[in-house]
């Protein structure tokens, strides 16, 4: 599987961004999606996390209410539409997946995902 993803860029606070991850190679059967970012010197964070038809999503307590996570319903397309964007939230932000067909309890946690993307870097300004 690849992953190319798109839309991370420099932004004021209070600003909105759209990451776009998009999906393709040998993906069959059903899955779900993660997104992830990391801070300079800090872990790793899982931050949203949606399956392959939406109907199962998770969000961290960190962006719970300015972050949403969306798809195409299948179609192998993942957004993360980022609303009321603090400083805090500068970070690089990855896509990730795994062949599981729900958000487990143990989304947030960085093991047992199949593929990752490059990573997007996401710069909130004051």
């Known amino acids: 599987v690849t992953v190319a993803e798109s839309g991370g860029g420099l932004v004021q606070a209070g600003g909105s961004l759209r990451l776009s991850c998009q999906l393709s190679g040998s993906i069959t059967g059903r899955y779900a999606t993660a997104w992830f970012r990391q801070a300079p010197n800090q872990e790793r964070e899982g931050i949203a996390c949606i399956n392959w038809t939406g109907s199962n999503r998770k969000y961290g307590d960190s962006v719970k209410g300015r972050f949403t996570v969306s798809n195409n319903n299948g179609q192998n397309t993942i957004w993360l539409q980022m609303n009321g964007l603090k400083t805090e939230d500068t970070a690089m932000y990855y896509c990730?997946?795994?062949?599981?067909?729900?958000?487990?309890?143990?989304?947030?946690?960085?093991?047992?995902?199949?593929?990752w993307s490059q990573g997007t870097q996401v710069t909130v300004s004051q």
């Open positions: 990730a997946g795994r062949f599981v067909p729900y958000c487990s309890d143990t989304w947030s946690t960085l093991q047992g995902y199949d593929f």
